[in-house]
């Protein structure tokens, strides 16, 4: 097998860098104690691709590579968080390694949404019919091997802290989530804003067992609702969105007075996604709604965020819209226009908003 090609700079600028190569490789020229935070998305070692266009970036075994978080560890600063998204079936592998490379796990976050595959899952009476046992197939039919996976677990760490929590930020800018950022607003929340002196309150609950009122919403919480690609904005939902679903069974009639839910960037999900419809357009990108949320969560604005698997850019999108920046390092040559799309309209929405 030949080598890979040395990791190189792709494009470069004050608010972010986007190198080209292998992670590990990378982050040997990174500095100690370098970045604030890391916002990845790592393989999720599923042979995800084998039944999609049978490339290998998908059993690497890179996410599962304790050398690897160690060095992220090491260029990480003390109290910076790192969070990770796995797969269902491998997230408990992932977090052990982070957990061996010497990161604290603190929680886990669960994105629940409703356009997961049952990727890998074999028919059985189909596959006994090509065998040739045309008998016991129809004792089988409607028999499967997996479930449809409806939620992705993420790892939330952080490299341990230097000292106590305020030595820590005084010293580092870092050891803690910005809640206040993320708060969920409810129904009463945007009422008390635009003047309704009329609007209820409601509580917050805190770990010392006090309540307390905040004008800035609901505690975030670490389950996150994404609405189903279909779903418009500001109108009704389809009947399989998790968001829609969750409302029709609660007694609350809206969901996101618990649960931050993110739509997708436009009417169809089509229309946020660089290169649709092109042989190289990316397999697994997140929304990126749900990755403003996580940026806003974890970095203030100035600080500077690392993703190790850039994928299509989508946190480069999101830092940049946040006034993050961002150190994006992505393996494959071919997510390099994704990312440029990207990284484009972010600046541009920024060049708008400052004019």
């Given at each position: 097998?030949?080598?890979?090609?040395?990791?190189?700079?792709?494009?470069?600028?004050?608010?972010?860098?986007?190198?080209?190569?292998?992670s590990r490789d990378v982050l040997k020229q990174l500095d100690d104690n370098s970045v604030d935070h890391i916002?990845?998305?790592?393989?999720?070692?599923?042979?995800?691709?084998?039944?999609?266009?049978?490339?290998?970036?998908?059993?690497?075994?890179?996410?599962?590579?304790?050398?690897?978080?160690?060095e992220a560890f090491r260029v990480l600063k003390p109290g910076g968080n790192l969070i990770a998204a796995g797969a269902t079936r491998t997230y408990h592998r992932l977090a052990v390694a982070i957990e061996d490379a010497g990161f604290e796990i603190k929680d886990s976050i669960n994105w629940i949404y409703g356009?997961?595959?049952?990727?890998?899952?074999?028919?059985?009476?189909?596959?006994?019919?090509?065998?040739?046992?045309?008998?016991?197939?129809?004792?089988?039919?409607?028999?499967?091997t997996r479930l449809k996976p409806a939620h992705e677990p993420w790892v939330v760490a952080q490299k341990p802290l230097d000292g106590r929590v305020i030595e820590n930020v005084l010293e580092w800018g870092t050891g803690f989530m910005n809640i206040d950022a993320v708060r969920i607003p409810t129904d009463e929340d945007r009422s008390r804003r635009n003047g309704d002196s009329a609007a209820s309150t409601w509580k917050v609950e805190r770990s010392t067992e006090r309540t307390e009122s905040h004008d800035g919403g609901r505690w975030p919480t670490n389950i996150l609702l994404g609405h189903a690609p279909e779903c418009v904005e500001d109108g009704d939902c389809v009947s399989h969105c998790p968001v829609q679903q969750?409302?029709?069974?609660?007694?609350?009639?809206?969901?996101?007075?618990?649960?931050?839910?993110?739509?997708?960037?436009?009417?169809?999900?089509?229309?946020?996604?660089?290169?649709?419809?092109?042989?190289?357009?990316?397999?697994?990108?997140?929304?990126?709604?749900?990755?403003r949320w996580l940026v806003q969560l974890?970095?203030?604005?100035?600080?500077?965020?690392?993703?190790?698997?850039?994928?299509?850019?989508?946190?480069?999108?999101?830092?940049?819209?946040?006034?993050?920046?961002?150190?994006g390092?992505?393996?494959e040559a071919k997510n390099?226009?994704?990312?440029?799309?990207r990284i484009d309209r972010a600046l541009a929405r920024k060049a708008l908003a400052a004019a």
């Amino acid at each position: 097998m030949p080598n890979p090609a040395p990791a190189t700079i792709h494009r470069n600028d004050p608010a972010f860098t986007i190198w080209n190569g292998d992670s590990r490789d990378v982050l040997k020229q990174l500095d100690d104690n370098s970045v604030d935070h890391i916002l990845c998305d790592p393989p999720y070692e599923i042979d995800f691709t084998r039944q999609q266009r049978g490339v290998a970036w998908d059993r690497s075994g890179i996410a599962f590579d304790v050398d690897l978080w160690r060095e992220a560890f090491r260029v990480l600063k003390p109290g910076g968080n790192l969070i990770a998204a796995g797969a269902t079936r491998t997230y408990h592998r992932l977090a052990v390694a982070i957990e061996d490379a010497g990161f604290e796990i603190k929680d886990s976050i669960n994105w629940i949404y409703g356009q997961g595959m049952p990727l890998g899952s074999v028919d059985v009476a189909k596959a006994l019919r090509k065998a040739g046992h045309d008998e016991a197939a129809e004792q089988h039919e409607g028999h499967e091997t997996r479930l449809k996976p409806a939620h992705e677990p993420w790892v939330v760490a952080q490299k341990p802290l230097d000292g106590r929590v305020i030595e820590n930020v005084l010293e580092w800018g870092t050891g803690f989530m910005n809640i206040d950022a993320v708060r969920i607003p409810t129904d009463e929340d945007r009422s008390r804003r635009n003047g309704d002196s009329a609007a209820s309150t409601w509580k917050v609950e805190r770990s010392t067992e006090r309540t307390e009122s905040h004008d800035g919403g609901r505690w975030p919480t670490n389950i996150l609702l994404g609405h189903a690609p279909e779903c418009v904005e500001d109108g009704d939902c389809v009947s399989h969105c998790p968001v829609q679903q969750i409302r029709e069974t609660s007694r609350k009639s809206d969901t996101s007075r618990y649960f931050p839910a993110f739509h997708y960037a436009s009417k169809a999900r089509g229309a946020e996604r660089p290169m649709k419809g092109s042989k190289d357009e990316h397999s697994t990108m997140k929304p990126i709604a749900l990755m403003r949320w996580l940026v806003q969560l974890v970095a203030l604005p100035g600080q500077t965020v690392l993703d190790l698997f850039l994928g299509s850019g989508t946190t480069a999108e999101a830092c940049i819209d946040n006034g993050v920046n961002v150190i994006g390092i992505e393996l494959e040559a071919k997510n390099m226009p994704a990312i440029d799309e990207r990284i484009d309209r972010a600046l541009a929405r920024k060049a708008l908003a400052a004019a």
